[in-house]
């Protein structure tokens, strides 16, 4: 079946450290997006890239890194210079007629 | 920059009762699209319902249809009929038809509304 798989489904995080998100897709998708989702907000743009070996920033991209080297996979970096880090993250790539396909998302916590 | 509004927060309502969900938007684009998506407490994001802005013909899902009005800017989701497995948050979302280039791609989200079906 094709879909979004992200991994892992819970991660921990202590303070100071790098942890990485990963997110595949095998629906030959060009556009890939990382969205975060606060409780009681809506989910806010952190990165996206339009097509391979490119990425632009989103609207709170401080504090976190991508890289686009493959058409399926678009893994996230949460940096330590992330502050608040615990929330809800969502990959996502973009279909056809605009919509967006998203994974099941992983839920990172600091410790 | 582009906005969405959703001001109900919450609803409750019985099931097979109908229920009706607010979105508004602001944007300076003439095509873009529009898209309600559900999120059940499994945080899956599903979507339910797209429109484009130059249809004037209000797209219709099964118990699902929106209420498109351009000129208000306001883009309702009307459940039918509704049933228990309805039970979720509802997001109301905002994309540019291309990307014009002055702000970044991807969709804009509303804050979202938690709808409870009652049995």
């Known amino acids: 079946d094709g879909g979004i798989t992200q991994s892992p489904k819970y991660l921990f995080r202590k303070e100071g450290q790098n942890v990485t998100l990963s997110c595949e897709q095998n629906l030959n998708h060009d556009a890939m997006y990382w969205y975060r989702q606060d409780p009681g907000q809506g989910l806010r743009l952190i990165y996206y890239?339009?097509?391979?070996?490119?990425?632009q920033k989103g609207d709170i991209a401080e504090g976190y890194s991508v890289s686009r080297e493959k058409k399926e996979s678009f893994p996230l970096t949460v940096t330590s210079a992330q502050k608040n880090p615990t929330a809800f993250y969502l990959c996502a790539s973009r279909g056809r007629a605009g919509e967006a396909f998203f994974g099941q998302g992983t839920r990172l916590t600091v410790v | 920059a582009q906005t969405v509004t959703q001001s109900q927060p919450e609803m409750s309502v019985q099931e097979a009762e109908t229920v009706t969900l607010s979105c508004t938007y602001d944007t300076s684009e003439n095509n873009y699209y529009l898209f309600w998506y559900k999120q059940p407490p499994s945080r899956q994001m599903i979507l339910v319902i797209r429109q484009e802005a130059y249809k004037q013909q209000n797209a219709t899902e099964n118990r699902f249809s929106v209420n498109f009005q351009k000129a208000a800017k306001s883009f309702s989701l009307k459940i039918s009929d509704s049933q228990l497995g309805d039970t979720a948050m509802y997001f109301c979302?905002?994309?540019?038809?291309?990307?014009?280039?002055?702000?970044?791609?991807?969709?804009?989200f509303g804050k979202g509304t938690h709808l409870i079906i009652q049995p």
């Open positions: 890239s339009q097509i391979v070996n490119d990425f």
């Open positions: 979302a905002l994309r540019h038809s291309q990307y014009s280039g002055g702000g970044a791609d991807g969709l804009t």
